[in-house]
């Protein structure tokens, strides 16, 4: 099992991504590159539990990812993780489905139907 700061230390190596944050839905951090994490948690949790109503209201059956264009070119993804949500400041020059795939690979390595997280360990898989 990965911790919590591996798996955001993984994330952060992507070509592309200029830094991230993992949150429990309830908005416990559990990892993060980037300043200010309070900033995008809130955002990562009003967003994410918007997904979820839109996702059960409507029938879709998941949610990849959300993203929020931003002036500078670093725009913001949150991605949902199970119980979890990953935050990412992507680079402004960084091509953005490589990064993106290579975001869905890590997170398929740890994402499952059911949470694999004991944050009193601070593990997470």
């Given amino acids: 099992m990965a911790t919590a700061k591996d798996f955001v230390a993984r994330i952060n190596r992507v070509d592309g991504v200029a830094g991230c944050l993992l949150i429990k839905d309830d908005g416990v951090l559990l990892g993060q590159t980037l300043e200010d994490p309070e900033v995008y948690s809130t955002l990562m949790l009003i967003s994410g539990g918007q997904a979820d109503d839109i996702m059960h209201k ?16 670093r725009h913001f ?24 795939d290579a975001v869905y690979r890590l997170i398929g390595r740890v994402s499952t139907k059911r949470t694999d997280v004991d944050v009193s360990n601070d593990e997470f898989s």
Avoid at 62 to 69: D, E, G, I, P, Q
Avoid at 81 to 87: A, E, H, K, V, W
């Fill in 58 to 73: 409507i029938g879709f059956s998941y949610c990849r990812h959300l993203s929020f264009s931003r002036l500078n070119n």
């Fill in 77 to 100: 993804y949150v991605f949902p993780i199970n119980n979890y949500l990953l935050g990412i400041v992507q680079r402004s020059d960084c091509y953005i489905p490589d990064m993106l």
